[in-house]
């Protein structure tokens, strides 16, 4: 038990497999005084789809930031394809093969759906180096229809399209990159049911065709057994659960996340003061 271990916790330990793509182990990250991760072990292996489980302020989003060079861990190593991977930015991470498309998504209201498609990887002409718009046009275009999401005007700002469109946008800007790992962060947020199943059916066919692999924070534990080959579940800033989806259910997935609920608020209790956890919560949790 290392001296950040609460009593009763489980922490994953490090592991990997012959085809992994990307390892970290024992990446830490705090802000100030306020822990974000403690001892991080995750790796993920080529053509697998990762599904990030936790509550809110669990770590996932800082996990993934990490992962695409958006933040810098404290502590811990990480690598890419079995090399040392430390992306000084997000850039840089792109540059070495993983993407990722944040909460905010990083769109421009202001420029149209096809212009932020290519945004930062814009299509020039040649040799002079004005935009190419209608290469990009035409190409996000098939980016869009590939995915299946409705757009019908493409040229339009992206300010006045639904919520759903947007992350639509967002979404197939990452997948018609050149990415060997894809990062989702909550990818179906802000989604209806039809858009959000056709995300997921995007992401079928990516495990299927097993050239890409993708990590990505979901909510809803249905869709985590549906479309992921294994889950990893984040708790307090560390990883204490990592089973193939096939191994496991959501009623086993609920019960630790209600397990955690209850060991939070007895360590809280106690941090308080009062000793003992009080007598309801100590029935409920018999």
């Known amino acids: 038990m290392t001296d950040a271990q609460f009593e009763g916790e489980h922490i994953v330990?490090?592991?990997?497999?012959?085809?992994?793509v990307l390892r970290v182990e024992h990446i830490t990250k705090s802000f100030g005084p306020t822990v974000a991760l403690r001892d991080i072990n995750l790796h993920l292996r080529k053509g697998e789809v990762l599904g990030l489980l936790g509550d809110n302020g669990a770590g996932k989003s800082t996990l993934i930031k990490i992962l695409c060079g958006f933040q810098k861990q404290?502590?811990?190593?990480?690598?890419?394809?079995?090399?040392?991977?430390?992306?000084?930015?997000?850039?840089?991470?792109?540059?070495?093969?993983v993407d990722c498309v944040f909460q905010d998504l990083a769109l421009i209201d202001?420029?149209?759906?096809?212009h932020n498609m290519y945004l930062r990887r814009e299509k020039l002409r040649s040799p002079i180096p004005f935009l190419n718009n209608i290469v990009m046009k035409r190409e996000a275009r098939k980016a869009l229809d590939k995915i299946g999401i409705n757009i019908p005007h493409i040229d339009v700002p992206v300010a006045r399209l639904s919520g759903g469109q947007r992350q639509a946008i967002a979404v197939a800007r990452t997948i018609s990159g050149d990415a060997d790992i894809?990062?989702?962060?909550?990818?179906?947020?802000a989604m209806g049911a039809k858009e959000g199943a056709q995300i997921l059916d995007l992401i079928q066919r990516i495990k299927e065709e097993g050239n890409v692999s993708v990590v990505m924070i979901l909510h809803n534990m249905v869709h985590v057994l549906t479309a992921c080959?294994?889950?990893?579940?984040?708790?307090?800033?560390?990883?204490?659960?990592?089973?193939?989806t096939a191994e496991t259910s959501v009623e086993e997935l609920t019960e630790i996340m209600v397990d955690e609920y209850r060991r939070a608020r007895l360590a809280a209790h106690i941090g308080n003061g009062a000793g003992a956890a009080p007598a309801e919560d100590t029935a409920a949790g018999a």
């Open 182 to 189: 894809i990062l989702l962060d909550e990818p179906l947020a």
């Open 229 to 244: 080959d294994r889950v990893n579940l984040i708790q307090d800033g560390v990883i204490g659960l990592d089973k193939p």
């Open 13 to 20: 330990a490090p592991s990997s497999a012959a085809d992994d």
């Open 110 to 114: 202001e420029l149209s759906v096809f």
């Open 74 to 97: 404290d502590g811990g190593e990480m690598w890419l394809k079995g090399e040392d991977y430390a992306p000084k930015s997000v850039d840089n991470a792109r540059s070495l093969g």
